[in-house]
């Protein structure tokens, strides 16, 4: 007797379920292309599930308190945020992004590249210095510590934050 044909197919939402076809039970009937067929389906994330899921795991370690703030930084295509959170409080302290017309100006329209988060990253360690924050805990949001999170923590550190 042969060995079982194994396929895997896409997952095809929440109703999927392995299928598995038994074999005719007649003798004669039994030939090659009737040996059970499994078929195993797994869901594969998306690229915003995986974010999320990255996103939860770094949350479940890293908390604000009112003596070191939770700096967290969120990346879109077209721009870069951070803001400072109090998460005892669940207050905001500070915020920023290449939004904000200060940074706008200096960067000609420009507010997805490193240039632009070394602006935010600057900026936003220079209103933590208004409110008297000095120390702060990073939250890089799911994504890379690499070019653009990177360049925001490095020129925050520049500017006198401590992380």
Known sequence: MQAAKMCFTP???LGAQRSVRAPSMQPAARSANLLPKFCVEAKVMTRRESLEKRHKR?????????????????RSNNHIYAQVIDDAAGSTLAATSTLNPEIRQ?????GSNVEAAKLVGAKIAELCKQKNIEKVCFDRGGFRYHGRVEALADAAREAGLHF
């Open 11 to 13: 997952f095809t939402g």
């Open 58 to 74: 770094i949350r479940s370690k890293v908390e604000g308190t009112t003596e070191r703030p939770r700096l967290a930084v969120f």
């Open 106 to 110: 200096q960067l000609n329209g420009a």
